[in-house]
């Protein structure tokens, strides 16, 4: 199994931006691929967006499109989320995951996750 740590959460103003990383290690990373979730209090985990192991195939859910942006870099075995245009909607903890399933949104589908890290939006 792949064991993963993010890093890159903080307290930021609306129309604010965040670099989200998340550190593998362990199990080859680029045999997975990848996955960032979000969970807001009281609310279920949610799809956020997705890239391919080779990094050559991204998606994302429609709240986030054309605001947030996933990245790999498989030489570093790390994972992005660059996060523009935040919102206060954007508060909660992200957690990356991993799969080596191809294309899926389905937490059910990501065998392997990190502790999380709080990300904070204020208005």
């Known amino acids: 199994q792949v064991q993963l740590v993010e890093s890159g959460g903080g307290l930021v103003q609306a129309g604010g931006s965040l670099r989200l990383s998340c550190a593998a290690s362990g199990r080859t990373f680029s045999s997975y691929s990848m996955g960032w979730f979000r969970q807001a209090p009281g609310k279920e985990r949610e799809f956020v967006a997705g890239i391919s192991r080779s990094g050559g195939v991204t998606y994302a859910a429609d709240s986030v499109k054309g605001r947030f942006t996933i990245s790999r870099d498989n030489a570093k075995n790390t994972l992005y989320l660059q996060m523009n245009s935040l919102k206060p909607e954007d508060t909660a903890v992200y957690y990356c995951?991993?799969?080596?399933?191809?294309?899926?949104?389905?937490?059910?589908?990501?065998?392997?996750w990190g502790q999380g890290t709080q990300v904070t939006v204020s208005s």
């Open positions: 995951a991993a799969t080596f399933l191809y294309g899926s949104r389905r937490s059910v589908d990501f065998g392997s």
